[in-house]
């Protein structure tokens, strides 16, 4: 009797796997030019499919639902969110109409809409998806499922962008240990959860565990993949980071100028990863002071977000934030300051959490200080440093307070640049330790302001 229920789950899985392969056959056939004049773009077919799976597969609920799934995760690979989570959000809906919640596809489907409301900084809809596909892991494939590790590094990588570190830590290392036992150190799965603990890591301030984990999934990218990856360019831009982190900035801008040269050759130029890659560069040549320059290519980087993200969305807001900086050391402070407000209330607007607000109100505050409105800076940093201190963001109190200080030192309030100093720096030596150039930084701020304090 058992070996007949298996027999017939595994023909009624043939069955499903074999449609779905003649129906994605058939629809990039598109990608033939003798088929279609000219050939086809990838959105393009996608369009074409999710329109077809209506109209062909009503008969054919299982792999209806299959096939929404797979063409949502490929809207989301080609940056197109709204569309995904419109696919993906309908799949899962098919898959509890139909009543297969108990179901691992259903779970995947899960933890996928879960990635694409990461990738829109939905936070609260993202961690609520990867939960509830690990409760139903966790019941269908317990203990060192593949399954379950990758539900695992899921969930683990959106407490890291919650800021819950303990957990997201512990979830991703129990997920790689999976991955490395069941399929390999070298495994593609094992990389890219090694390379989200590590950045993980990075965040929280352990670089020391940090840069070892970025080193070797390089290392591993490279070996496997070559260099013209989109992976390998995602490893170089992560261990860029660290190496920019650790001081070595020329490093850095090597680092992210060969992932931007990948990424302009796999995706093309009006991508969002491009564009991603042309922001990442830009910071690089920013930490250089080769300010011009990351004016120039963070306006790229904007411009292709225009085409092909919805308006104010996350990332491009985010470049928005790194253009006024650049700007504002420029000394163009009128649109630095413009887009410095628009940031902020942009992302007041979208609810998002007070800090990544306070990030684009401190640079309205620097702004206001270069234009002499000392008044209105000290307002905007003050308030910038009660919500890093509500959310418990320790560095970046430690640089609102060190941008006070600066401030309030040059007006000659050398009592208050003191006060403010002294506890940027005991920040900065808690949380970075004593070498860190932002310690350093402060600490000549320090013996700057007691110098003139005597």
Avoid at 93 to 107: I, K, M, N, V
Avoid at 165 to 179: M, N, P, Y
Avoid at 285 to 294: I, N, P, Q, T, V
Avoid at 353 to 361: C, E, G, Q, R
Wanted: aromatic share 6%.
């Amino acid at each position: 009797m058992a070996v007949g229920v298996f027999a017939r789950r595994a023909q009624r899985e043939a069955a499903l796997a074999n449609s779905t392969t003649e129906f994605l056959s058939s629809v990039f056939a598109g990608a033939n030019p003798y088929n279609t004049p000219g050939g086809a773009t990838a959105r393009d077919l996608l369009d074409r499919g999710a329109a077809r799976i209506e109209t062909e597969l009503k008969a054919q609920p299982e792999v209806r639902m299959r096939l929404t799934g797979i063409i949502g995760r490929a809207y989301r690979q080609l940056g197109q969110f709204d569309r995904a989570v419109g696919l993906l959000e309908k799949s899962a809906a098919d898959y509890r109409a139909a009543g297969r919640t108990e179901d691992l596809a259903y779970a995947s489907i899960l933890l996928e809409l879960g990635a694409v409301h990461r990738s829109a900084s939905k936070y609260d809809e993202a961690e609520a998806c990867a939960r509830q596909a690990l409760a139903i892991v966790d019941r269908l494939a317990p203990g060192d499922s593949i399954e379950r590790a990758d539900t695992l590094n899921g969930l683990g990588l959106t407490l890291f962008n919650r800021r819950k570190f303990d957990e997201g830590e512990r979830l991703l290392t129990e997920a790689l240990g999976i991955h490395e036992r069941r399929l390999g150190g070298d495994h593609d799965s094992a990389t890219e959860t090694r390379n989200n603990l590590a950045i993980l890591l990075f965040d929280r301030g352990d670089w020391n565990r940090a840069e070892p984990l970025m080193r070797r999934n390089l290392d591993v990218r490279l070996r496997t993949l070559g260099e013209f990856h989109p992976s390998t360019s995602t490893a170089l831009n992560n261990l860029s980071f660290v190496v920019g982190t650790l001081g070595n900035n020329t490093e850095r801008e090597v680092l992210t100028r060969r992932s931007l040269a990948i990424r302009r050759k796999v995706f093309g130029e009006d991508h969002p990863d491009t564009a991603n890659a042309w922001s990442v560069h830009a910071q690089a040549l920013f930490s250089l002071g080769r300010s011009r320059e990351a004016a120039e290519e963070l306006r790229r980087a904007i411009a292709i977000d225009r085409k092909s993200l919805r308006p104010n969305h996350a990332e491009t807001l985010l470049k928005k934030q790194y253009l006024a900086s650049a700007l504002h050391d420029l000394g163009e402070l009128a649109e630095a300051g413009a887009l410095a407000r628009e940031v902020a209330e942009k992302r007041r607007e979208a609810k998002v959490d007070a800090a990544l607000i306070a990030n684009a109100t401190l640079i309205e505050g620097r702004v206001a200080a270069a234009q002499s409105r000392f008044a209105l800076a000290r307002e905007l940093m003050t308030e910038a440093l009660r919500i890093y201190r509500e959310r418990k963001r320790a560095r970046n109190a430690a640089e609102a307070l060190w941008l006070l200080g600066q401030m309030e030192r040059k007006l000659g309030r050398f009592a208050e640049a003191q006060a403010l100093l002294t506890e940027s720096v005991a920040i900065y030596r808690a949380e970075l330790g004593d070498a860190y150039s932002s310690t350093r930084r402060a600490e000549a701020e320090l013996a700057a302001a007691n110098s003139r304090a005597r």
